[in-house]
């Protein structure tokens, strides 16, 4: 729990964060009520490589928003978690104002594909809000 701790830091700089920790939480958390032992398998592994990559390649440091630029938010769902970009395309780049990420709840793993976008869709707005606040925006899903 104290690695994911030290890694809830960075979330908002990691796109898809919640999805990436799912196997290291899952090993890590032990106030479910099916307490197992501690392993570590490749999974867990494939997951620290990766924050490690992410941590020390990506910038990692998220962009004023642009007054003058609409907002762009994209959505993504799968059957671990939601995820929200919010970003601005401007005439000279792009900018990454916001990353947002959370695991589905067993109840929510259960909805269809459809299902899950629009819970990405809806749970990235609500999130969010006071960065969008009353400004057009739009939104991309692969859905």
Same mark, same amino acid.
């Given at each position: 729990?104290?690695?994911?701790?030290?890694?809830?830091?960075?979330?908002?700089?990691?796109?898809?964060?919640?999805?990436?920790?799912?196997?290291?939480?899952?090993?890590?958390?032990?106030?479910?009520?099916?307490?197992?032992?501690?392993?570590?398998?490749?999974?867990?592994?494939?997951?620290?490589?990766?924050?490690?990559?992410?941590?020390? *390649?990506?910038?990692?440091?998220?962009?004023?928003? =642009? +007054?003058?630029?609409?907002?762009? !938010?994209?959505?993504?769902? /799968? #059957?671990?978690?939601?995820?929200?970009?919010?970003?601005?395309?401007?005439?000279?780049?792009?900018?990454?104002?916001?990353?947002?990420?959370? *695991?589905?709840?067993?109840?929510?793993?259960?909805? =269809? +594909?459809?299902?899950?976008?629009? !819970?990405?869709?809806?749970? /990235? #707005?609500?999130?969010?809000?006071?960065?969008?606040?009353?400004?057009?925006?739009?939104?991309?899903?692969?859905?």
């Amino acid at each position: 729990n104290e690695f994911i701790g030290k890694l809830n830091w960075y979330r908002k700089f990691i796109p898809h964060f919640a999805e990436i920790a799912a196997p290291v939480h899952k090993v890590t958390n032990k106030t479910k009520k099916t307490k197992h032992e501690f392993y570590w398998h490749k999974e867990q592994q494939d997951a620290f490589d990766r924050f490690k990559h992410l941590l020390t *390649t990506e910038p990692l440091f998220l962009q004023y928003p =642009d +007054p003058t630029a609409p907002f762009i !938010l994209s959505t993504d769902a /799968s #059957i671990i978690g939601i995820s929200g970009i919010l970003r601005q395309t401007t005439q000279h780049d792009t900018r990454i104002c916001y990353y947002k990420s959370r *695991t589905l709840s067993d109840t929510e793993k259960r909805y =269809d +594909p459809m299902g899950r976008e629009e !819970l990405a869709m809806y749970w /990235s #707005i609500q999130q969010l809000r006071e960065y969008i606040g009353d400004s057009y925006f739009s939104i991309e899903t692969d859905s």
